[in-house]
T-cell receptor, first 112, second 111 residues
Framework: DVKVTQSSRYLVKRTGEKVFLECVQD?????MFWYRQDPGLGLRLIYF???????EKGDIPEGYSVSREKKERFSLILESASTNQTSMYLC???????????FGSGTQLSVL | LAKTTQPISMDSYEGQEVNITCSHN???????ITWYQQFPSQGPRFIIQ?????VTNEVASLFIPADRKSSTLSLPRVSLSDTAVYYC????????????WGAGTKLIIKP
């Protein structure tokens, strides 16, 4: 089975801190995604990447950046965390276009 | 991009068949219909995908009428472990990045 691993299940950070969320997939997938999910809402796409060093903005990229230096790893960076970035962050990967998405278990980030 | 409408919540009982209907009136010719399941504190998990008519796998069936303006996810003989949120997604065949995720349907299975 494909495994998408997110480095932390829970994180607590302070306003203004730089935050790194790491995601690793083990199936040599081309495409990787970062979403955030807030209570009662669906997933919203922050960024996605279709190749190493390639990235595209999703629907809500403001306040975030990403890095993909290796195919298996996709990092989400909060340059200066704010309280409105408290959320569940989900990483996903897919092999090709419109293939099924494989998700990690998520990182619940609290910014105080 | 086609948006979807599904019930906010549904209840059923163990052993019953559950049908969750999704409306997608503005579906485009090249759009597929995909369903995901999400348990609390986990990421969504792919259930089934279809384009037209009927698709069946070991977990569920997906029924799509000829006009494709709606679809129905059918879960046979549900158990308590099927309690989850179910998302209906409609998107073009060329990338998942264009999918629009709604709030989903919270399905509660009772003993």
């Amino acid at each position: 089975d494909v495994k998408v691993t997110q480095s932390s299940r829970y994180l607590v950070k302070r306003t203004g801190e730089k935050v790194f969320l790491e995601c690793v997939q083990d199936m040599d997938h081309e495409n990787m995604f970062w979403y955030r999910q807030d209570p009662g809402l669906g997933l919203r796409l922050i960024y996605f990447s279709y190749d190493v060093k390639m990235k595209e903005k999703g629907d809500i990229p403001e306040g975030y950046s990403v890095s993909r230096e290796k195919k298996e790893r996709f990092s989400l960076i909060l340059e200066s965390a704010s309280t409105n970035q408290t959320s569940m962050y989900l990483c996903a990967s897919e092999q090709g276009t419109n293939e099924k998405l494989f998700f990690g278990s998520g990182t619940q980030l609290s910014v105080l | 991009l086609a948006k979807t409408t599904q019930p906010i919540s549904m209840d059923s009982y163990e052993g019953q068949e559950v049908n969750i209907t999704c409306s997608h009136n503005n579906i485009a010719t090249n759009d597929y219909i995909t369903w995901y399941q999400q348990f609390p504190s986990q990421g969504p998990r792919f259930i089934i995908q279809g384009y037209k008519t009927k698709v069946t796998n070991e977990v569920a069936s997906l029924f799509i009428p000829a006009d494709r303006k709606s679809s129905t996810l059918s879960l046979p003989r549900v158990s308590l472990s099927d309690t989850a949120v179910y998302y209906c997604l409609v998107g073009p065949s060329d990338s998942n990045y264009q999918l629009i995720w709604g709030a989903g349907t919270k399905l509660i299975i009772k003993p």
